[in-house]
C-alpha cells in the first residue's frame, strides 16, 4: 500500500511503502532509493509492518531542501517515528540508508529497538576507499554493485529505455534528484562524522554484508562492528551491494530470525 | 564593438594518442604529463601573447579559473591579471572569473579583486561564474546539491562588502563573519563591472537581468549552436522589460587569421583538433554531478558542452567541419570579417571574446592570427551596435593619474652568484 504522509506541518510529504503487519519495521533506502519493485519489502511483510518511506527528495517525496545534513536526516526520521506511533522501531537501513539508520539510533538511544545495517556507509578507511559512484559510468554499474553483473536481475535493474527520448529524460531527471539529495550526505567522502557518535548504539545490532559488495566492502562491516558494542557480522554469498535483490530468500531468513530473536 | 582578446592556457604537449589512451583532460590526468619547466616557457609565452594583444589595441585581455587539467593552467587567474597588470597599459583585465562559492570565506574574492582594481587603476572586469562541475563539485569537493545556494551567498557577501562603507557582521549559512570591514577598496567605485560567465543555465539568466549585469556565454561550440543560448538569454531580458543592449552579452569565439583561406587550414587544422579533442576530452562521469545542473536546465533540453553526447558529436570532425558548424571563424581577413559580422549581428553580441591561441598553436602563430585580425578585421566591425551605451566596460583612472612602473635597467648585468640571471640579454635586446 502506498501512503503520502505530512510532516512538521507540511514542511515534509512523505510517499510511503506499507506492507504487511506484526512489530514495526522501518526500512531505509540506499541512495538509489526504491526501485518500485521491492520483493524483499513484501518478504519481511510477512512478519512485521513494513515502513518504507522515500528520503525527501526521492519520489513523490518533497521538502528536501529543509534537510542540509544527516543530523536534519535523523530528526527527519525521528519525526516521522512519531507520527506513525512507533518512537521505536526496528531498524533497516541499506547502504545511505544505513548511515542515516545508524544516526537514527545514535542520536536518539530509544529508537531502535533492533537495528540491521546493509552494506552500509558512514565510514571512509583510507586503505579501503570507497568507489565514488556518482561518476560512475552507467557500463561500470552493473560489475561494481552486483556479485554477478551478468545475471538477467542486474541487466533488468540497470536497463535503460536508449530508445524512449521521453521516458530517458524523466529518469534522467529522477536520477539527478535523488543523487543530489544523497550528495548532502555522501559528496565528496561518504563520512559525516558517524564515528564520533556511533558508539552511543545501544540496541543489538546486525551488520549484513554481501560477501563480493564492491562498493562498501565487507571490511566496512568489521569496522562497525569494533565500534557497536552489541554487534555481530553476517555476511551473504553471491551477493553484493545490492544483496536484498540477489539473494532475497537468505536475506529475509537472516533478518527476519534477527530480528524475532 | 569590443574585443577581449581571451587565453585558455592550455597544455600544449599532450602526447598523440592522449584521447585513446587517458581518461581525462580534467580531474584525474596524470600528473607525469605536465612538465614543470615546459610550463615555466608557457606561462611566459602567454603572458607575451596577452600583452601583445594590449599593444595591438584589443579592449581586454581574458583570463579564467579551471583546476587540475591541461585544458587550462590557470588555478588562480588573478595571479596572471596581477602579471598583466605591469606591462600592459589600455586593455582592461577580464577576470572571468573567481568561482566564488569555492573560498571560504568568499570576502577573499572581495579583497583580491579590490587589489587587482587598485593596483591596475580601475581597468578590472570581476567575473563571477559558478565554475564547472569538474572544478567545483569533483576537484574541489563542494556538494553539487549546494552549489548555487553557496554560490549565491557569496554574491551577496562579496557586493556588500564592496558597497557598504560601515563594518558589518554577516550571518549566512555557509558563511558568518563577525567583523566584514573590506581594505582595500576597489577603485571603481561601488564595485568593478560585473560579467556572468555561464555555459548555459535558465537560472543565470534570471539572476544576471535581475542585477543588470553582463552575461558571457563561454561557448566553444561557435555561434550557431551559441544562438540557443542567446535567444535564451534575450527572451528573459525582454520578458523582464530590460533593454537588449548588446554589450550585455559577451560571447566567446574561435577565431584564426591568415593570408587566405587555404593557409588558414595549413597553419591552423591540427591545432584546432587538438583543442576539441585533446583539451576538451573530458571523461563524461565529471561533466555533471547529479544536482550541478537543475532539472529546469535539464528540462530545457541544454546539454553540457562537455560530457558523452559533446564528445561523440565532435568524433572526427574534419577542418571543413569546424568551419561550417561555425565552431570555428577561420580564413583570410576578408572571411573572417564577413562570418564574424554575421555571428555578431546573429547573437546581438557587443563583446566579442576571441579566442586566437588554441590547443597547441605555437606563439609564432598566435601572433600573427592577432595581428591580422587587430589590423584587418577588428577596424572594420567596432562600427556595430552604434546607439547602444556600453555600461559594462571599467571606468579607469584618466591617464595623468595613472601609475607608471619605473624602468628597470639590468645594465651592469646583474648577477646572483654565478649565474646570471636568465632573461636579461633579452630585456638588454629588446632595450636597444
Redesign the interface.
Known sequence: MKTHQKLCDGKFSVEMEVVGKGEPLLFLHGAGGLTGADPFLEDLGRNFKVYAPHLPGYGESTGGEHI?DVIDAALFYHELMDELKIPSANLVGHSMGGMLAAEVAALDTRRAKKLVLVGSAGFWLDDNPIPDL????LDDLPAMLFHDPKSPLAQMMLAMPWDDQELL?AM??E??????????FL???PDRGLKKRVYRIAAPTLLLWGESDKVIPPVYAREFHKHIRNSRVHTIKQAGHMVMYEQPAEFDKVVTEFLMS | MKFTWFHLMPYRFLPDDFKKKYHSVWVDIPRDLYDPKVGHRLYNDYLDQLEFADHMGFDGLGVNEHHQNAYGLMPSPNIMAAALTRRTRNANLVVLGNSIALYNPPVRVAEEFAMLDVLSGGRLVAGFPVGTSMDT??CY?E????LREKYFEAHDLIIRAWKENDQFAFNGKFTKLRYVNLWPKPLQQPHPPIWIPGGGSVETWDFVADHDYQYSFLSFFGYKAGKKVADGYWNVMAKKGKELNPFSLGFAQVVAVAETDEQAERDYAKHMDYFYNRCLHV????AD???Y?T?ST??AGLTGQVGKNASITREGLTWKDFIDDGYVIAGSPATVRDRLREALKTLNCGHLMILQQIGSMPPELVRKSTDLFAREVMPHLRDLWPGFEDKWSPHRLPANEMAVPAPISFEPPITNGKTQRRGASEIRSSVK
Open positions: 542540509d556518482f561518476a560512475a559510468d529524460t534522467y531527471v536520477r539527478v534528484k535523488r543523487f543530489s539529495a544523497a550528495s548532502k559528496w565528496p567522502i | 563539485n569533483f569537493g556538494v553539487p546539491a549546494t571523461y563524461p562521469g565529471f554531478a547529479p544536482g545542473r532539472p535539464i528540462k
